[in-house]
């Protein structure tokens, strides 16, 4: 005689309660899925008797299960941020954790309405990519990947919710090869340590491309913050996902990384440490001798000789300023930066490459109300430039 949903349940809850933390949970999502019915069905009716084929399909999902593979491999889907994802062993199965950068995304894009273009990197199943796109109508998202069968997966997960009109797909290391900027950069990259993996189960069962963080953890999110300053906007996010353990020890990394910034910890439902998130101040700054400052402010605007030269004012977002600084002015003992709001240049500013990094030019005298503070630059012992003062609440809002 067939079983019913209720012994069916126990059954498997049994047997899988060696295999699994929620084992009751797994049990439920097995079942659905082989009667191709909500979770809350089955829950809803015990009593039904299981067909000869559906109950054929749970037993061989269970000793596949009993073999070690993941329950979403399994049953080739699993639901992530209220959205149901395609999944193969090609990609990182979703976890409930990877939501609170997506919560965290959508809130800025809220408070930002203007800031459209986002990047994923390393997008795997797409999951992150997807459910921004699914959840803010106006911005466009890039897929990023080194997997050609990642990508594949984020494709048809795009395609499942009507998205590849707002998404496009890109096969890259990181973010080598990426051309243009972007209003926010995320990613969930691999960070465990290389000699951790052999002792990990996860590390037999899931994609060791989407595990691997290399020797320290931290390769490829060392990378990404470097990468990440030649692309992000002035004000602009990058939001990274990250090990608890890592959480201090990256967060004075991004803090070096970007200068000027406000670098922020996560923490996800469980209080555990989980994401960086790196607030790129929206000022731009140009570098100048206290005098060229005080001749500005009788003249009534700022200019200097290589509007005549170059026909433009170089300036420099705050991660970029000190290189500059220790390139062309290393030993300089009087510099000042000029904190200027781009929105506030009445001048035209372009952004060009120099040496692979755009910095914004701006091609006319900088007329004062744009500069909102001033702070001082000054050299260490070797004359190089490592710190950046930052201008204090009430000059940047005067």
């Not at 049990?27 to 299981?50: D, F, G």
């Not at 990609?91 to 994923?120: G, K, M, N, Y």
């Not at 990508?151 to 998404?167: C, F, T």
């Not at 026909?311 to 000190?322: A, D, E, Y």
Request: glycine share 6%; aromatic share 6%.
């Amino acid at each position: 005689m067939p079983d019913t949903i209720k012994t069916i349940l126990t059954q498997l809850s049994q047997g899988l309660s060696q295999l699994s933390e929620t084992p009751s949970l797994d049990a439920q999502v097995l079942v659905a899925h082989y009667l191709e019915k909500p979770r809350s069905w089955v829950l809803a009716h015990p009593e039904v008797q299981l067909d000869t084929a559906e109950q054929s399909n749970i037993n061989r999902a269970f000793i596949r299960l009993q073999r070690g593979e993941p329950l979403p491999f399994v049953i080739g889907h699993w639901e992530f941020y209220g959205l149901d994802f395609q999944l193969t062993p090609d990609v990182l199965i979703p976890r409930p954790e990877t939501e609170i950068l997506v919560e965290r995304a959508l809130a800025w894009l809220r408070h930002h309405p203007s800031s459209t273009r986002v990047i994923d990197v390393g997008t795997g199943s797409g999951c992150i990519g997807v459910a921004l796109t699914m959840n803010n109508p106006s911005i466009h998202v890039r897929m990023t990947d080194i997997s050609p069968q990642a990508l594949h997966i984020a494709r048809q997960n795009a395609d499942r919710y009507g998205l590849s009109g707002r998404m496009d797909f890109l096969q890259a290391d990181l973010l080598d090869g990426i051309v243009g900027q972007f209003d926010m950069i995320c990613a969930n990259l691999p960070y465990i340590p290389s000699p951790m993996l052999a002792q990990l189960p996860v590390a037999k069962r899931e994609p060791r491309l989407a595990l691997d963080g290399g020797l320290s953890g931290l390769d490829l999110i060392t990378r990404l913050l470097d990468q990440a300053k030649n692309l992000l906007l002035p004000g602009g996010l990058l939001l990274l996902e990250i090990e608890a353990s890592q959480a201090l020890s990256l967060k004075s990394l991004a803090a070096d990384y970007y200068q000027g910034s406000n670098v922020e910890i996560l923490k996800d439902l469980s209080g555990n440490d989980r994401c960086i998130e790196v607030s790129l101040s929206r000022y731009i700054i140009h570098l100048c001798q206290p005098a060229e400052w005080r001749a500005a402010q009788k003249r009534g605007f700022f200019i200097d000789d290589s509007l005549e030269t170059s026909g433009f004012i170089h300036c420099s977002q705050p991660q970029h300023v000190l290189r500059v600084a220790s390139l062309i002015l290393r030993g300089t003992p009087d510099l000042i930066a000029l904190w200027i709001d781009p929105e506030k240049i009445a001048s035209e500013i372009r952004w060009e490459s120099v040496d692979a990094v755009l910095y914004p030019h701006i091609y006319g005298p900088i007329n004062l109300p744009a500069v909102i503070a001033i702070t001082e630059v000054k050299p260490e012992d070797d004359g190089l430039f490592r710190s950046l003062t930052l201008p204090d609440e009430t000059q940047a809002g005067r």
